[in-house]
Every structure is written in structure tokens, then in C-alpha cells.
T-cell receptor, first 110, second 114 residues
Framework: RKEVEQDPGPFNVPEGATVAFNCTYSNSASQSFFWYRQDCRKEPKLLMSVYSSGNEDGRFTAQLNRASQYISLLIRDSKLSDSATYLCVVIANTGNQFYFGTGTSLTVIP | NAGVTQTPKFRVLKTGQSMTLLCAQDMNHEYMYWYRQDPGMGLRLIHYSVGEGTTAKGEVPDGYNVSRLKKQNFLLGLESAAPSQTSVYFC?????????????FGPGTRLTVT
């Protein structure tokens, strides 16, 4: 079983739409969670951390549900520039290894 | 401040050839990582290092070796390349408190083995 699983999409949404991605993880002892963004043929870059109480950064909201072992990312008022692949990342309880999901592809259409 | 750099950016190898990928970071990070990224598989950890002179195996270490002789450099070696090693290789680095600090990635090396 994979450490982290994501729906690969693709998600094609119109500008201004709200879109949500989910990601499940298998190790209940996982300690830290993140969302990264990867543009086509570029390296991944941190989008935001995911805190137990949930956190928001502008149009982006991240949630963690430890009981069901999933994290989510909500993007409101989608922009063309949001088009990218979104990777969820889980850190193992050892703290040394980052486990990446396969990514969810988002295209925002004019 | 260049961040994380990787050389080369592109390479084509024939089966059985060897090569070394170089990763360098100027952020004084303790931890460094090598990943490969393949379609539908996501990023998979090959090897990582938690400090100068130390290395450890990740999820997919077979066919690769690494060395961290200097804190700022992390080398990935392919002793006898195989077509299955065709991939995009990313190096990353981070501070040791991984719960708080992000990983910074290099631009990647696109390797094709024919």
C-alpha cells in the first residue's frame, strides 16, 4: 500500500471556481503534512503546511483529519495561474523521509 | 544565493555506462535528498543524508550510490545505467527540523538511458 494516495485528476475548472483536492495517508503515526505545487517541467515548491487546526493562506485552505487519515486543499476563486500539479506530502514519524503523493493536475480555464 | 543547483540538466546514457549527478546547496542545510520522478509514480526517495559523511537508503535505492563528503554537496552515482533508470532526478535539501522547514528542490536532471 502506498504511503500517500491522491486522485490524479485532471481537474479542469473555470476561472473563479472553487476546487478541492484530497489526499489519504497510510501511516497513522505520520507527524507533518504539506501541500507542494509543481509547474510543468519545473521543481516542486512548498505551497503551504497543513496544521491540525486547519489553516488558510489567502484563497487556499488546508485541512487535516487525523481520524480518517486524510488532508485536503481547497482553492477558492481559481485563477489561471493556479494551473499546476498539486502534491501532498507526509513526513514519516522518523522525521527523515518525505513521502509524496503522485499529484493532482489542475487546469483553470478562461 | 543560488539555493539548490544540479548538474547536468540533461544527459543521455547508453545501457551500462556510468555517471555522477552533482547537487549543491548554499543554505547550510543539514539534510539532503535524491528523488526520481516518473509519470504516474510521483516523487520517490532514492537516498538521503542527515549530515556530512552520512547517507541512508530511501524507497528505491537499488542501482544507485551516493556520497556526502562535504555538507553542501550530495552526489548520486549510477554505476551501470539501465533503461529503467530513465527519469527526472531531483535533489532537495532542508534544515533538520522537518516538521517546520520545507524542502528546497533543485531544477532537476533529465536522464535518458538507451
Amino acid at each position: 500500500r502506498k504511503e500517500v494516495e491522491q486522485d490524479p485528476g485532471p481537474f479542469n475548472v473555470p476561472e473563479g471556481a472553487t476546487v478541492a483536492f484530497n489526499c489519504t495517508y497510510s501511516n497513522s503515526a505520520s507527524q507533518s503534512f504539506f501541500w507542494y505545487r509543481q509547474d510543468c517541467r519545473k521543481e516542486p515548491k512548498l505551497l503551504m503546511s497543513v496544521y491540525s487546526s486547519g489553516n488558510e493562506d489567502g484563497r487556499f485552505t488546508a485541512q487535516l483529519n487525523r481520524a480518517s487519515q486524510y488532508i485536503s486543499l481547497l482553492i477558492r476563486d481559481s485563477k489561471l495561474s493556479d494551473s499546476a500539479t498539486y502534491l501532498c506530502v507526509v513526513i514519516a514519524n522518523t522525521g527523515n523521509q518525505f513521502y509524496f503523493g503522485t499529484g493532482t493536475s489542475l487546469t483553470v480555464i478562461p | 544565493n543560488a539555493g539548490v543547483t544540479q548538474t547536468p540538466k540533461f544527459r543521455v546514457l547508453k545501457t551500462g555506462q556510468s555517471m555522477t549527478l552533482l547537487c549543491a546547496q548554499d543554505m547550510n542545510h543539514e539534510y539532503m535528498y535524491w528523488y526520481r520522478q516518473d509519470p504516474g509514480m510521483g516523487l520517490r526517495l532514492i537516498h538521503y543524508s542527515v549530515g556530512e559523511g552520512t547517507t541512508a537508503k530511501g524507497e528505491v535505492p537499488d542501482g544507485y550510490n551516493v556520497s556526502r563528503l562535504k555538507k553542501q554537496n550530495f552526489l548520486l552515482g549510477l554505476e551501470s545505467a539501465a533503461p529503467s533508470q530513465t527519469s527526472v532526478y531531483f535533489c532537495a535539501s532542508s534544515y533538520s527540523d522537518t516538521s517546520k522547514y520545507e524542502q528546497y528542490f533543485g531544477p532537476g536532471t533529465r536522464l535518458t538511458v538507451t
